[in-house]
């Protein structure tokens, strides 16, 4: 009786092991991806895939095509940045704080997507140390399907 209860006690034992690493690759599969169309050699696109990554985004980049993302998913040239990405069926244009694109995510507003335009510095991705502390203050938009925007998140320092 008592082999019997150290063999179970010790497949339990092995058990653990597995049932950690399964939910750590279930926990894995449920960050939202973002699909990122860049120029392969931007600098601030990266940090920006960074940004989105250390808030508990999964990143896949494709090093060309941002321009004709952008008009392939409808988004107007006027909300135009660096890289254009999607998300939960939303366009993400530009430097936009993850924080703002898990209220969308969460919100599901009825939108194109969110844009924050050009490349504002003090924006995720647009905040190294050679822009020496600086902070442009810029807005978040929210898209609509009809092409017009509403100011989604304000940064105004």
Known sequence: MQRRTLLQAGLAALAVPTAM???ALALAQTKPLVEVWKDPNCGCCKDWMAHL???GFAVKAHDQGNTA???RLGLPDRYGSCHTATVGGYVVEGHVPAADIQRLLRDKPKA???SVPRMPIGSPGMDGPEYGGRKDPYDVLLVGQDGNATVFA???R
Do not use: D, K
Request: glycine share 6%; hydrophobic share 35%; charged share 20%.
């Open 154 to 156: 304000s940064y105004h």
């Open 53 to 55: 990554e250390a808030n």
């Open 21 to 23: 690493t399964t939910a």
């Open 112 to 114: 194109l997507g969110l």
């Open 69 to 71: 993302a952008r008009r």
